[in-house]
């Protein structure tokens, strides 16, 4: 098996291609955001905003609502 070699980042020009990338690499996101707050115990605030400007948001506990509510009244400004 061949070892990976690093991944040379660059943004992609097809917008739907942009678009189906950023909806896979943001449930990853938050896929992985969910593991570290339940193996590790941490207490976990994930705040994306997509191109458009729409707020995606994952809180591993309920104290945090506060900052997401914040965060919330910081895009509206």
Do not use: H, N
Not at 8 to 28: A, C, E, I, P
Not at 44 to 57: I, T
Request: hydrophobic share 45%.
């Amino acid at each position: 098996m061949a070892p990976r070699g690093r991944v040379q980042l660059r943004r992609f020009q097809d917008r739907l291609s942009r678009q189906v990338r950023f909806f896979k690499r943001r449930t990853g996101l938050f896929k992985k955001a969910f593991e570290l707050s339940l193996l590790c115990d941490a207490e976990v605030v994930l705040l994306v905003f997509s191109p458009a400007g729409k707020l995606y948001e994952y809180s591993s506990s309920a104290s945090f609502i506060l900052a997401l509510d914040c965060a919330r009244q910081m895009k509206r400004s």
